[in-house]
């Protein structure tokens, strides 16, 4: 499997600064019918202070990647293997869940998608945030109120101090996620997965929440893993991005590169879904067809069924390996060299 | 997210329970058999489809099995029992189980164990038919009319409702059975009225449910007399609930008379019922312990195989959507 | 809180008028003249005359009440017909020990139910869950009165470790206490114990598949954090609904077990008033069960306030 080549042109020369690596990670999930590989050989890595997108339809993977990373999928249906899990010196791969619950928090940190059920509705805001505190740095009691009741004005939850003794369901969605944020930041991780972190709320509350994630990064100094299905978020905030399909990436490049020139007919056909930013009365194109079932993946190229450019070499023949089209842009397409595809710059 | 991407599921959940909590001052859902009103809201009764949703249900169907057994030995009890069950030999008391002639050893009268058992079944499942029918008379009408009325009748039938449920069950039943005087029926009936409320509750709540469906209000709208709406809609989405708070309380109602009978305040000698068999043997029981454990594990097992059937019969009736395929 | 409590307390009101209505009616239930059914087939005509006019049977009905219930709102249930003895006064002796018996059984129910309803839905599947999910089945199914019999057979005639039947009380000897106890409340206990697991499993099985349950692992909270703190709280709310209903049915199971196991509660007062058709102590008894019933069920209810944040009014 050649799946490392893209991360190692990324790698090269920036070893010291990589907050995570990830080498052929593997997952399995036990379904109705048995066990079924939902994550197939993912590679990738990040560095401190970087924001990289991972994009994708749902099911591709994308979430069951991070979730694996952090130890969070349930252990007896779930199958992890990798030949490399490193978030900065901690081998994942040989932690106990003891020693990798010390990692989650003040090391990798996640937000989810749901701000209205990711919250425990039976305890204070504050006290959400602050068990975070009192679990990883001992902080007391009174101690670790006082910083939740900081990390909530951090946040931009207005009148902090009142709010830290309120309940989940007395904030609206956005505020929800500021403590969902509040939460993540509590322990300044190095790594932050934020899993959808927009896609259930507003548009103008989904603004202000990338605007703070921005801001803290930036404060922080953190690497984020920003998880998506939507284009134009990752736009506006990731420098690089994967795109996954049917379980595995199937392009990487930094997010110019890969807007103006896709190297993949998945993501030019993403593209072509999204408004044109020069052309914004074009009609929008989907993609033909659904993506393929866990457990039924198509031999050869998994996107084949619905690639319009499909050749026969195409069809079969285990799936083709991740190549490097262009520098620091990798590719699964066999025929990236042929085809010239459209970008949405 | 799809269900890829949620924690998979190795196996369906058998049996969860909405984590949401139970709303704010209600009292507690009485009928441990509450189905869910809208998994089953679907038009029209269909026979076939229970029997092919009940039939793949591994519990409920042994279960089924073992309940036809007790019925047939009450139906012919009288007439294969060994021995009169009621005839006394002194010569013969408190014989172990495998003596001659007494395939299950006799009691401190020297009666037939067997026969009596036998017998019993009868007793034991004509009264748990009785609390049932009693329970299902006033709680059925009277849910139904408080969950079709509301307003004022439904108010005035919930107090109703929480003034029987505040009542400890056995204590009321020993209690009725005191004035009344001691009789099998009368304590069966006390037991009925203290099983009412399950299904008072569970009726009202399956018609206040589908009172909301889009298809009764649709069938409403378009002018549907409101006894055809009961008759279509209404009635036929109750049986599925009722039928698993059926088995349930069935094996309430067995504990019951069980623990009335042992109490003396049920049948009354020379006649048997598991739970009085117990309480002739108490006395006895240091010596001949059979003579308790036989009719013991008879009503266990009766009540087990009511449990099961109930669980069975929730998870094959109810949660899941219905889906025509 | 308090406002949530004052509306519980203001609905129970007009249930214990209806219930009040209920006891009082019992009198009423009695076929025949009560009057001549209470003294006996044997009673003279002058007896008879004394029943009725003791309890009070010439009189209307409405005065008859409100006789009953402003005497009994002072404390004064009436006197026995036999033994002539103050209702208040056997009620008084026998309610501490049955309060006694049904406060350890619940107890002991929950020391069974939690643990075992938390090993069982964490090990959803396994042989352990379904052991113990059939074990649940029969603790529903085995008759209370008959399990206390085989407790008394194995423990006190077999193995001899605990006395087969008695009570001393708390305040004369704790040890001999809780040894004269034990028994009986395990015997009371174990069907609310299987009732109480079953549905503990369910809940928490509902609460692992929530989303908070994840972002409390995300946090790196320890897995007995994650399950004893933000599972479990959630968790109970169902449970305190079961609760209820069963320290109500505990009260009447009491009647059973105190018969087996020789304990002077309250429901040998009432076996022995229903074996004599002694009304008055009958009603009493009734009356205060009902009124001990209501009480810990808004007791109860309290707790929904402190689990469920959403209940309490600010």
Same mark, same amino acid.
């Given at each position: 499997?050649?799946?490392?080549?893209?991360?190692?042109?990324?790698?090269?020369?920036? %070893?010291?600064?990589?907050?995570? /690596?990830?080498?052929?990670?593997?997952?399995?999930?036990?379904?109705?019918?048995?066990?079924?590989?939902?994550?197939?050989?993912?590679?990738?890595?990040? @560095? @401190?202070?970087?924001?990289?997108?991972?994009?994708?339809?749902?099911?591709?993977?994308?979430?069951?990647?991070?979730?694996?990373?952090?130890?969070?999928?349930?252990?007896?249906?779930?199958?992890?293997?990798?030949?490399?899990?490193?978030?900065?010196?901690?081998?994942?791969?040989?932690?106990?869940?003891?020693?990798?619950?010390?990692?989650?928090?003040?090391?990798?940190?996640?937000?989810?998608?749901?701000?209205?059920?990711?919250?425990?509705?039976?305890?204070?805001?504050?006290?959400?945030?602050?068990?975070?505190?009192?679990?990883? /740095?001992?902080?007391?009691?009174?101690?670790?109120?006082?910083?939740?009741?900081?990390?909530?004005?951090?946040?931009?939850?207005?009148?902090?101090?009142?709010?830290?003794?309120?309940?989940?369901?007395?904030?609206?969605?956005?505020m929800r996620q500021r403590v969902m944020i509040a939460i993540a930041l509590a322990c300044n991780p190095d790594v932050i997965v934020a899993d959808e972190p927009t896609t259930a709320l507003d548009v103008t509350v989904q603004a202000q929440i990338l605007e703070l994630l921005r801001e803290v990064q930036h404060e922080h100094g953190m690497?984020?893993?920003? #998880?998506?299905?939507?284009?134009?978020?990752?736009?506006?905030?990731?420098?690089?991005?994967?795109?996954?399909?049917?379980?595995? #990436? %199937? /392009?990487?490049?930094?997010?110019?590169?890969?807007?103006?020139?896709? @190297?993949?007919?998945?993501?030019?056909?993403?593209?072509?879904?999204?408004?044109?930013?020069?052309?914004?009365?074009?009609?929008?194109?989907?993609?033909?067809?659904?993506?393929?079932? #866990?457990?039924?993946?198509?031999?050869?190229?998994?996107?084949?069924?619905?690639? @319009?450019?499909?050749?026969?070499?195409?069809?079969?023949?285990?799936?083709?390996?991740?190549?490097?089209?262009?520098?620091?842009?990798?590719?699964?397409?066999?025929?990236?060299?042929?085809?010239?595809?459209?970008?949405?710059? | 997210?799809?269900?890829?991407?949620?924690?998979?599921?190795?196996?369906?959940?058998?049996?969860?329970?909405?984590?949401?909590?139970?709303?704010?001052?209600?009292?507690?859902?009485?009928?441990? !058999? =509450?189905?869910?009103?809208?998994?089953?809201?679907?038009?029209?009764?269909?026979?076939?489809?229970?029997?092919?949703?009940?039939?793949?249900?591994?519990?409920?169907?042994?279960?089924?099995?073992?309940?036809?057994?007790?019925?047939?030995?009450?139906?012919?009890?009288?007439?294969?029992? $060994? !021995?009169? $069950?009621?005839?006394?030999?002194?010569?013969?008391?408190?014989?172990?189980?495998?003596?001659?002639?007494?395939?299950?050893? &006799?009691?401190?009268?020297?009666?037939?164990?067997? =026969?009596?058992?036998?017998?019993? &079944?009868?007793?034991?499942?004509?009264?748990?038919?009785?609390?049932?029918?009693?329970?299902?008379?006033?709680?059925?009408?009277?849910?139904?009319?408080?969950? *079709?009325?509301?307003?004022?009748?439904?108010?005035?039938?919930?107090?109703?409702?929480?003034?029987?449920?505040?009542?400890?069950?056995?204590?009321?039943?020993?209690?009725?059975?005191?004035?009344?005087?001691?009789?099998l029926r009368n304590a069966m009936f006390a037991v009925g009225i203290l099983m009412a409320p399950r299904f008072l509750r569970l009726v009202r709540g399956v018609v206040l449910g589908l009172k909301e469906e889009t298809f009764v209000e649709a069938s409403r709208s378009i002018g549907t007399p409101t006894w055809m709406v009961i008759l279509?809609?209404?009635? $036929?989405?109750?049986?599925?609930?009722?039928?698993? !708070?059926?088995?349930?309380?069935?094996?309430?109602?067995?504990?019951?008379?069980?623990?009335?009978? *042992?109490?003396?305040?049920?049948?009354?000698?020379?006649?048997?019922?598991?739970?009085?068999?117990?309480?002739?043997?108490?006395?006895?029981?240091?010596? =001949?312990?059979?003579?308790?454990?036989? $009719?013991?594990?008879?009503?266990?097992?009766?009540?087990?195989?009511?449990? &099961?059937?109930?669980?069975?019969?929730?998870?094959?009736?109810?949660?899941?959507?219905? &889906?025509?395929? | 809180?308090?406002?949530?409590?004052?509306?519980?307390?203001?609905?129970?009101?007009?249930?214990?008028?209806?219930?009040?209505?209920?006891?009082?009616?019992?009198?009423?239930?009695?076929?025949?003249?009560?009057?001549?059914?209470?003294?006996?087939?044997?009673?003279?005509?002058?007896?008879?005359?004394?029943?009725?006019?003791?309890?009070?049977?010439?009189?209307?009905?409405?005065?008859?009440?409100?006789?009953?219930?402003?005497?009994?709102?002072?404390?004064?249930?009436?006197?026995?017909?036999?033994?002539?003895?103050?209702?208040?006064?056997?009620?008084?002796?026998?309610?501490?020990?049955?309060?006694?018996?049904?406060?350890?059984?619940?107890?002991?129910?929950?020391?069974?139910?939690?643990?075992?309803?938390?090993?069982?839905?964490?090990?959803?599947?396994?042989?352990?869950?379904?052991?113990?999910?059939?074990?649940?089945?029969?603790?529903?199914?085995?008759?209370?009165?008959?399990?206390?019999?085989?407790?008394?057979?194995?423990?006190?005639?077999?193995?001899?470790?605990?006395?087969?039947?008695?009570?001393?009380?708390?305040?004369?000897?704790?040890?001999?206490?809780?040894?004269?106890?034990?028994?009986?409340?395990?015997?009371?206990?174990?069907?609310?114990?299987?009732?109480?697991?079953?549905?503990?499993?369910?809940?928490?099985?509902?609460?692992?598949?929530?989303?908070?349950?994840?972002?409390?692992?995300?946090?790196?909270?320890?897995?007995?954090?994650?399950?004893?703190?933000?599972?479990?709280?959630?968790?109970?709310?169902?449970?305190?609904?079961?609760?209820?209903?069963?320290?109500?049915?505990?009260?009447?199971?009491?009647?059973?077990?105190?018969?087996?196991?020789?304990?002077?509660?309250?429901?040998?007062?009432?076996?022995?008033?229903?074996?004599?058709?002694?009304?008055?102590?009958?009603?009493?008894?009734v009356l205060v069960a009902v009124l001990v019933a209501m009480l810990s069920n808004l007791l109860v209810d309290l707790t929904y306030g402190y689990l469920n944040p959403k209940v309490r009014p600010r």
């Amino acid at each position: 499997m050649t799946a490392t080549t893209g991360s190692a042109a990324v790698r090269a020369g920036t %070893v010291t600064d990589t907050t995570l /690596e990830v080498d052929n990670l593997v997952v399995d999930v036990l379904t109705e019918t048995g066990w079924a590989t939902v994550v197939d050989g993912v590679s990738f890595s990040v @560095r @401190r202070g970087e924001t990289l997108g991972i994009v994708g339809e749902s099911g591709s993977g994308k979430s069951v990647t991070c979730l694996s990373i952090a130890g969070l999928m349930p252990p007896r249906q779930t199958r992890v293997r990798a030949d490399t899990l490193r978030l900065l010196d901690h081998d994942l791969t040989r932690l106990t869940p003891k020693q990798m619950s010390d990692v989650r928090g003040p090391t990798i940190s996640m937000i989810f998608q749901e701000p209205m059920s990711s919250l425990n509705p039976a305890f204070t805001v504050g006290d959400q945030i602050a068990e975070v505190l009192r679990r990883h /740095e001992g902080a007391s009691r009174r101690e670790s109120k006082r910083r939740a009741v900081e990390l909530l004005d951090r946040v931009g939850v207005p009148s902090p101090a009142r709010r830290a003794a309120q309940y989940p369901f007395e904030f609206s969605g956005g505020m929800r996620q500021r403590v969902m944020i509040a939460i993540a930041l509590a322990c300044n991780p190095d790594v932050i997965v934020a899993d959808e972190p927009t896609t259930a709320l507003d548009v103008t509350v989904q603004a202000q929440i990338l605007e703070l994630l921005r801001e803290v990064q930036h404060e922080h100094g953190m690497s984020v893993i920003f #998880i998506t299905h939507d284009l134009g978020v990752v736009a506006d905030v990731c420098d690089r991005v994967l795109v996954m399909y049917a379980g595995q #990436i %199937v /392009e990487g490049a930094g997010l110019d590169e890969l807007f103006e020139n896709p @190297r993949h007919p998945y993501m030019e056909g993403l593209l072509a879904a999204m408004p044109r930013m020069d052309n914004p009365s074009e009609a929008l194109a989907s993609i033909p067809g659904h993506p393929p079932r #866990i457990g039924a993946m198509p031999d050869g190229c998994r996107f084949h069924p619905r690639c @319009r450019y499909a050749a026969d070499a195409c069809v079969g023949g285990g799936t083709p390996p991740l190549e490097v089209a262009a520098p620091h842009h990798t590719t699964r397409c066999l025929r990236h060299s042929e085809l010239t595809l459209r970008g949405n710059p | 997210m799809t269900n890829v991407e949620k924690k998979p599921k190795a196996r369906p959940p058998s049996a969860e329970v909405a984590p949401e909590a139970p709303a704010a001052s209600a009292m507690p859902a009485g009928s441990p !058999a =509450s189905v869910s009103a809208e998994a089953l809201a679907h038009g029209g009764g269909a026979w076939a489809d229970f029997r092919r949703r009940v039939g793949g249900n591994r519990g409920a169907m042994i279960a089924l099995g073992v309940l036809a057994l007790l019925i047939v030995v009450a139906l012919i009890g009288p007439f294969i029992t $060994p !021995a009169d $069950p009621n005839a006394q030999n002194l010569r013969a008391v408190l014989l172990d189980p495998f003596s001659p002639g007494h395939l299950l050893g &006799t009691d401190q009268l020297g009666r037939d164990i067997l =026969s009596r058992l036998i017998v019993g &079944t009868r007793v034991s499942l004509l009264a748990i038919a009785l609390a049932l029918l009693v329970a299902m008379a006033i709680g059925v009408p009277l849910g139904f009319l408080s969950g *079709f009325l509301s307003g004022r009748f439904d108010q005035v039938v919930m107090r109703l409702n929480d003034a029987a449920m505040s009542f400890p069950p056995l204590l009321l039943a020993i209690a009725l059975v005191g004035v009344l005087g001691p009789s099998l029926r009368n304590a069966m009936f006390a037991v009925g009225i203290l099983m009412a409320p399950r299904f008072l509750r569970l009726v009202r709540g399956v018609v206040l449910g589908l009172k909301e469906e889009t298809f009764v209000e649709a069938s409403r709208s378009i002018g549907t007399p409101t006894w055809m709406v009961i008759l279509r809609h209404i009635l $036929p989405n109750t049986l599925s609930p009722l039928t698993v !708070a059926v088995a349930v309380t069935a094996g309430y109602a067995m504990l019951s008379e069980a623990g009335l009978s *042992f109490l003396g305040l049920g049948v009354q000698p020379p006649d048997a019922s598991w739970g009085s068999m117990i309480r002739e043997g108490f006395l006895y029981f240091g010596r =001949s312990p059979w003579l308790g454990i036989f $009719p013991g594990v008879l009503i266990a097992l009766t009540v087990f195989t009511f449990v &099961t059937l109930g669980d069975g019969l929730r998870d094959a009736l109810g949660r899941e959507e219905r &889906t025509e395929s | 809180m308090l406002k949530f409590f004052l509306t519980r307390v203001a609905t129970t009101v007009p249930v214990l008028l209806l219930v009040t209505f209920v006891v009082f009616g019992l009198v009423l239930l009695i076929p025949g003249d009560p009057a001549v059914t209470i003294a006996g087939p044997e009673a003279t005509v002058e007896q008879v005359a004394a029943v009725r006019e003791r309890l009070g049977l010439d009189r209307p009905m409405v005065v008859q009440y409100w006789d009953w219930i402003t005497s009994a709102l002072t404390g004064d249930l009436g006197t026995s017909l036999f033994t002539s003895r103050p209702v208040a006064t056997s009620i008084g002796d026998g309610l501490p020990v049955t309060l006694a018996l049904a406060g350890s059984a619940l107890v002991i129910s929950l020391l069974i139910a939690v643990p075992t309803a938390i090993l069982s839905a964490l090990r959803r599947g396994t042989w352990l869950d379904r052991i113990s999910s059939i074990g649940s089945s029969l603790g529903i199914a085995l008759p209370s009165f008959w399990l206390g019999l085989m407790f008394v057979l194995l423990f006190s005639l077999t193995l001899g470790w605990l006395p087969a039947t008695g009570y001393v009380p708390i305040e004369k000897d704790p040890a001999a206490w809780a040894s004269h106890i034990l028994l009986p409340a395990l015997t009371l206990g174990i069907a609310g114990a299987a009732e109480s697991a079953r549905q503990l499993r369910g809940s928490i099985i509902g609460v692992l598949q929530q989303d908070y349950v994840r972002t409390a692992r995300a946090k790196g909270l320890r897995g007995r954090m994650v399950i004893g703190k933000h599972v479990m709280k959630n968790a109970s709310v169902p449970l305190v609904t079961v609760l209820g209903l069963q320290i109500t049915a505990l009260l009447g199971g009491a009647v059973l077990v105190e018969q087996i196991f020789g304990v002077p509660g309250l429901g040998q007062v009432a076996l022995n008033a229903v074996t004599t058709r002694d009304i008055p102590v009958i009603q009493g008894i009734v009356l205060v069960a009902v009124l001990v019933a209501m009480l810990s069920n808004l007791l109860v209810d309290l707790t929904y306030g402190y689990l469920n944040p959403k209940v309490r009014p600010r």
